[in-house]
């Protein structure tokens, strides 16, 4: 079945270390993006990446850093640099539908840093 | 900068009844999209529908219907006879392109929790 991965579902950390959190798609898709969520609020754009071995900043990249070395993989590390890193990520694909790039969203990770 | 906007935070509804999401939305691009997405306790989000700003035709999909008025830059949502399977957080989104690629990146609501009462 094609579709987009994310692990773990929840992850916990002590504040001051950096983990990454892991995103496979095998939709064949072009584009992959990272969303942050918090409690009562819409999703927020960390990073995307249109090509390999390209990413750009979105909204709220600062504390985060990804890389795109395969199609298929784009994980995304919460840095120590991160000031409130506790929040639900979602990776996100996408591909061009009539004109529009419709965005595929996987699970999920839960991430508690205490 | 783009904006959507849910007015509504959260919304109980008591089973068959019907239902309306809002959302209103700012741009100044000519050509933009819509969407709106459900996301249930799982917490994974599920494409709903999709809109073209050229297109203000209202769409219906089983109990589900969408009504699109660029006039009021609105895009609101109605579930007809609401069934607990419903109960959701549901987010309305427009889309903005960021490249020459055309990747676009979607720009979120804040999300209505919608809870149906059996």
């Known amino acids: 079945d094609g579709g987009i991965t994310q692990s773990p579902k929840y992850l916990f950390r002590k504040e001051g270390q950096n983990v990454t959190l892991s995103c496979e798609q095998n939709l064949n898709h072009d584009a992959m993006y990272w969303y942050r969520q918090d409690p009562g609020q819409g999703l927020r754009l960390i990073y995307y990446s249109q090509i390999v071995n390209d990413f750009q900043k979105g909204d709220i990249a600062e504390g985060y850093s990804v890389s795109r070395e395969k199609k298929e993989s784009f994980p995304l590390t919460v840095t120590s640099a991160q000031k409130n890193p506790t929040a639900f990520y979602l990776c996100?694909?996408?591909?061009?539908?009539?004109?529009?790039?419709?965005?595929?969203f996987g699970p999920g990770t839960r991430l508690t840093v205490t | 900068a783009q904006k959507v906007t849910q007015a509504q935070t959260e919304i109980s509804v008591v089973e068959k009844e019907d239902v309306t999401l809002d959302c209103v939305y700012e741009t100044r691009d000519t050509t933009y999209y819509l969407f709106w997405y459900k996301q249930p306790p799982s917490g994974e989000l599920v494409f709903l529908i999709r809109?073209?700003?050229?297109?203000?035709q209202n769409e219906i999909s089983g109990r589900y219907s969408w009504n699109f008025q660029k006039s009021t830059s609105s895009f609101n949502f109605t579930i007809t006879a609401s069934q607990v399977v419903d109960s959701a957080v549901y987010f309305c989104?427009?889309?903005?392109?960021?490249?020459?690629?055309?990747?676009?990146?979607?720009?979120f609501g804040t999300g209505t929790r919608l809870t149906i009462i059996p």
């Open positions: 989104a427009l889309s903005e392109a960021i490249s020459n690629f055309g990747n676009e990146k979607l720009t």
């Open positions: 996100a694909s996408s591909i061009e539908d009539r004109g529009a790039y419709e965005q595929y």
């Open positions: 809109r073209n700003s050229f297109d203000e």
